[in-house]
């Protein structure tokens, strides 16, 4: 993943890159797939071996078949404690001679003697400097050995010849005497491709086992994601920015699948693979390792220090996208002000400081991981100079054997390998963090509205009351928008809400909806307080017409129905003929299974509101709710609803929020309101008489015209 794929920061704030809450909320997300997380780590560990494998078969070729070599020992030389250490550390590992005094021992053993004993061999000369090679006696050994019988001595099973007269044979008598470390040689590479193979077999159902787990947690989390926002209440949605809750679902949940697909992964088997290493080297040499680990704590100290400058940098680089995307999203939503008063250059500038902005941040995060990944590089290339220094000076001593020294190089690569990859792992895992605590502050709101136990059942009548009782309400703590509202609507009647701009008549139709709760005072829908009505029984007997219509991608006949299954073909057709919609679906060429666009696409403002009316008829519903049904149509289309209305309320209760006073005309009864109080109601013709508030809002549309 690249740096800064997917948002980190959001409104300025940046999260912590390590919280152990959030860790451990992760890790509950992960119970129900520890069957498979647990083959996953499995695998991981038989890879992580066979990797680990590969520098040891490197260092027995080397010692066991490469270079097999011994030293011949003067035992007369040497003081008896010395001679008894070697006989004692060495004793099955002596190639013994026809000469009591001396003996033969391979190189490779030298260094399991302690290093004290073999110094003082050394300085009293008891050890001869020129190697002798070692074969195991054979039948082609034999044949060389007739054709040159100086130049080899045979004990037991070992037969020995100087290193310098190997020069001295013909490659054919050379490749017969070698015959056995060739064929030796042959199955370690047989081994070694095999073990490659095996490890990348292992690798793929390792990487596909995590890879499903990682889906089905990131399927699960969205899906409880998903219903969580479904279920809370209408001011969670005022709270919170509808781009902003995109992202929670999308790219935060992408978020944490590249952490536990990527970082997650790397990081259990870079720990496997880490420990492993340094078992093993502790194996082949504790002096080694340990003058190799001395860089460690100089390589942990660089990391932190990389870490604190890599999150500035990434706060910074955040900080920069976050006012970019505002800036842009400002751009979108205005262009028509921008367009209208030519004001594109302007904006273009402004967009042009930001983007330099933040381009210059990138460019100082990309400084810091210029220095880091470097600096990792020239760590390991010093860890490999120190091997060759004081390995290669072990080796020369003979307390290290020349394939245990190359598989230190080996191993040494391999241990730098994951902290070269620490720089990307940090940013996903920083990033992922972030996303975790956005997403679990999402799922840990209770904005939603409260559901009782046992629900009061509606009556089962044909026609509902409504009724508000001293109810208070507003969307803001400091704001009140209802003051102490009360009035009853009997059933079957139809009623209007009207009132200037911000008086609260929307707020009424969210109240009979129950999109919310009053502070105070109760709203009662056939004399049960919504409160402890079923959700499911109330959307049964209710039904809204809004202003802006919500129209999905899809065909017509599931806009209309919206999955309801109460909805049956007889009603569907009832609701296209009563609105008037039938008219235009018929028209079209698939009629109701024709293809829509999300928003409406390829429908008039009209036919979108047509079928928001057939949608609520459809259900068959006690109430029907309009809340400025014919405010945003043109007048052609407004005239057709019109017809449609009176036949849509028919035999039922309505209650009608207008703006174009013209449509309420015909209601049983109209309350006006204003500044979040009734102050009027009554007919038309008697609000007219009173000459009050109802009235000044006639002649004003009037004047209009």
């Given at each position: 993943?690249?740096?800064?794929?997917?948002?980190?920061?959001?409104?300025?704030?940046?999260?912590?890159?390590?919280?152990?809450?959030?860790?451990?909320?992760?890790?509950?997300?992960?119970?129900?797939?520890?069957?498979?997380?647990?083959?996953?780590?499995?695998?991981?560990?038989?890879?992580?071996?066979?990797?680990?494998?590969?520098?040891?078969?490197?260092?027995?070729?080397?010692?066991?078949?490469?270079?097999?070599?011994?030293?011949?020992?003067?035992?007369?030389?040497?003081?008896?404690?010395?001679?008894?250490?070697?006989?004692?550390?060495?004793?099955?590992?002596?190639?013994?001679?026809?000469?009591?005094?001396?003996?033969?021992?391979?190189?490779?053993?030298?260094?399991?003697?302690?290093?004290?004993?073999?110094?003082?061999?050394?300085?009293?000369?008891?050890?001869?400097?020129?190697?002798?090679?070692?074969?195991?006696?054979?039948?082609?050994?034999?044949?060389?050995?007739?054709?040159?019988?100086?130049?080899?001595?045979?004990?037991?099973?070992?037969?020995?010849?100087?290193?310098?007269?190997?020069?001295?044979?013909?490659?054919?008598?050379?490749?017969?005497?070698?015959?056995?470390?060739?064929?030796?040689?042959?199955?370690?590479?047989?081994?070694?491709?095999?073990?490659?193979?095996?490890?990348?077999?292992?690798?793929?159902?390792?990487?596909?086992?995590?890879?499903?787990?990682?889906?089905?947690?990131?399927?699960?989390?969205?899906?409880?994601?998903?219903?969580?926002?479904?279920?809370?209440?209408?001011?969670?949605?005022?709270?919170?920015?509808?781009?902003?809750?995109?992202?929670?679902?999308?790219?935060?949940?992408?978020?944490?699948?590249?952490?536990?697909?990527?970082?997650?992964?790397?990081?259990?088997?870079?720990?496997?693979?880490?420990?492993?290493?340094?078992?093993?080297?502790?194996?082949?040499?504790?002096?080694?390792?340990?003058?190799?680990?001395?860089?460690?704590?100089?390589?942990?100290?660089?990391?932190?220090?990389?870490?604190?400058?890599?999150?500035?940098?990434?706060?910074?680089?955040?900080?920069?996208?976050?006012?970019?995307?505002?800036?842009?999203?400002?751009?979108?939503?205005?262009?028509?002000?921008?367009?209208?008063?030519r004001a594109e250059d302007y904006s273009a500038n402004a967009f042009s400081?930001?983007?330099?902005?933040?381009?210059?941040?990138?460019?100082?995060?990309?400084?810091?991981?210029?220095?880091?990944?470097?600096?990792?590089?020239?760590?390991?290339?010093?860890?490999?100079?120190?091997?060759?220094?004081?390995?290669?000076?072990?080796?020369?001593?003979?307390?290290?054997?020349?394939?245990?020294?190359?598989?230190?190089?080996?191993y040494m690569q391999m241990f730098f390998r994951p902290v070269r990859d620490?720089?990307?792992?940090?940013?996903?895992?920083?990033?992922?963090?972030?996303?975790?605590?956005?997403?679990?502050?999402?799922?840990?709101?209770?904005?939603?509205?409260?559901?009782?136990?046992?629900?009061?059942?509606?009556?089962?009548?044909?026609?509902?009351?409504?009724?508000?009782?001293?109810?208070?309400?507003?969307?803001?703590?400091?704001?009140?928008?209802?003051?102490?509202?009360?009035?009853?609507?009997?059933?079957?009647?139809?009623?209007?809400?009207?009132?200037?701009?911000?008086?609260?008549?929307?707020?009424?139709?969210?109240?009979?909806?129950?999109?919310?709760?009053?502070?105070?005072?109760?709203?009662?829908?056939?004399?049960?307080?919504?409160?402890?009505?079923?959700?499911?029984?109330?959307?049964?007997?209710?039904?809204?017409?809004?202003?802006?219509?919500?129209?999905?991608?899809?065909?017509?006949?599931?806009?209309?129905?919206?999955?309801?299954?109460?909805?049956?073909?007889?009603?569907?057709?009832?609701?296209?003929?009563?609105?008037?919609?039938?008219?235009?679906?018929?028209?079209?060429?698939?009629?109701?299974?024709?293809?829509?666009?999300?928003?409406?696409?390829?429908?008039?403002?009209?036919?979108?509101?047509?079928?928001?009316?057939?949608?609520?008829?459809?259900?068959?519903?006690?109430?029907?709710?309009?809340?400025?049904?014919?405010?945003?149509?043109?007048?052609?289309?407004?005239?057709?609803?019109?017809?449609?209305?009176?036949?849509?309320?028919?035999?039922?209760?309505?209650?009608?929020?207008?703006?174009?006073?013209?449509?309420?005309?015909?209601?049983?009864?109209?309350?006006?309101?204003?500044?979040?109080?009734?102050?009027?109601?009554?007919?038309?013709?008697?609000?007219?008489?009173?000459?009050?508030?109802?009235?000044?809002?006639?002649?004003?549309?009037?004047?209009?015209?």
């Amino acid at each position: 993943m690249a740096w800064g794929d997917f948002g980190y920061m959001e409104d300025g704030r940046l999260g912590k890159p390590y919280d152990l809450g959030l860790l451990t909320r992760l890790a509950a997300q992960a119970k129900g797939k520890l069957k498979l997380i647990g083959l996953a780590g499995f695998l991981i560990l038989l890879s992580t071996g066979l990797d680990l494998l590969l520098p040891y078969l490197t260092k027995t070729a080397i010692d066991d078949y490469i270079v097999r070599q011994a030293l011949l020992v003067d035992l007369a030389k040497a003081g008896a404690a010395q001679v008894k250490a070697l006989k004692q550390g060495l004793d099955r590992k002596i190639i013994s001679t026809n000469d009591p005094g001396k003996v033969f021992v391979p190189e490779k053993a030298f260094k399991d003697l302690d290093p004290r004993v073999l110094a003082r061999l050394r300085a009293d000369g008891a050890i001869a400097k020129e190697p002798w090679h070692i074969v195991s006696s054979g039948p082609g050994v034999s044949e060389v050995m007739e054709a040159r019988p100086g130049l080899f001595k045979e004990y037991g099973d070992r037969v020995l010849i100087k290193s310098s007269d190997l020069k001295k044979l013909s490659p054919d008598n050379l490749y017969k005497l070698r015959n056995s470390d060739i064929t030796g040689l042959i199955w370690l590479a047989v081994i070694f491709l095999g073990a490659c193979v095996l490890a990348a077999g292992l690798g793929f159902f390792q990487q596909v086992i995590l890879e499903r787990a990682g889906q089905e947690m990131m399927f699960e989390l969205r899906q409880k994601l998903y219903a969580h926002i479904l279920s809370r209440a209408p001011s969670f949605f005022t709270e919170n920015a509808v781009g902003n809750l995109t992202t929670r679902l999308t790219n935060d949940v992408q978020n944490l699948n590249e952490m536990y697909r990527n970082s997650i992964i790397a990081l259990c088997k870079d720990v496997v693979l880490l420990t492993g290493i340094v078992v093993v080297l502790l194996l082949l040499d504790v002096t080694l390792t340990l003058v190799c680990l001395v860089l460690v704590p100089v390589i942990a100290v660089a990391a932190w220090f990389f870490a604190r400058l890599a999150r500035e940098a990434f706060r910074a680089l955040q900080g920069h996208l976050g006012r970019i995307n505002a800036r842009f999203q400002e751009t979108i939503s205005g262009i028509s002000v921008l367009k209208l008063f030519r004001a594109e250059d302007y904006s273009a500038n402004a967009f042009s400081r930001l983007n330099n902005a933040y381009f210059q941040a990138g460019m100082r995060q990309i400084k810091v991981f210029a220095v880091f990944m470097p600096l990792a590089g020239f760590f390991s290339n010093l860890a490999v100079a120190l091997i060759i220094w004081y390995g290669g000076g072990q080796v020369i001593q003979d307390r290290l054997s020349l394939g245990a020294l190359a598989a230190f190089l080996f191993y040494m690569q391999m241990f730098f390998r994951p902290v070269r990859d620490v720089a990307e792992k940090y940013n996903v895992l920083q990033a992922a963090m972030a996303s975790a605590e956005r997403i679990f502050n999402i799922m840990d709101n209770q904005t939603a509205l409260s559901v009782v136990a046992k629900p009061s059942p509606f009556p089962d009548k044909e026609h509902l009351t409504v009724c508000f009782e001293k109810v208070t309400f507003g969307y803001l703590p400091s704001e009140t928008v209802l003051q102490d509202i009360s009035f009853a609507i009997p059933a079957g009647e139809t009623w209007a809400v009207v009132g200037p701009t911000g008086a609260g008549k929307t707020s009424v139709v969210n109240l009979v909806l129950r999109l919310y709760d009053p502070w105070q005072g109760r709203v009662f829908l056939d004399g049960v307080d919504l409160r402890r009505a079923d959700p499911l029984d109330l959307a049964a007997k209710v039904a809204l017409v809004p202003q802006e219509v919500f129209i999905k991608s899809g065909t017509i006949k599931h806009n209309i129905t919206l999955g309801r299954e109460r909805v049956t073909e007889e009603n569907l057709d009832m609701a296209l003929s009563v609105t008037g919609a039938g008219e235009f679906v018929n028209r079209l060429e698939k009629g109701l299974h024709t293809k829509v666009g999300s928003g409406g696409q390829g429908l008039s403002a009209g036919q979108r509101q047509l079928i928001a009316l057939a949608r609520a008829l459809a259900g068959d519903p006690g109430l029907l709710v309009l809340d400025e049904a014919t405010s945003a149509v043109d007048p052609v289309s407004e005239k057709q609803i019109q017809r449609a209305l009176p036949k849509v309320m028919q035999g039922r209760t309505s209650l009608v929020v207008a703006h174009r006073l013209s449509t309420v005309r015909r209601a049983d009864n109209i309350l006006v309101m204003k500044k979040g109080r009734i102050c009027e109601q009554g007919t038309h013709a008697e609000l007219l008489k009173k000459n009050g508030v109802y009235a000044g809002l006639v002649r004003h549309e009037r004047l209009r015209g």
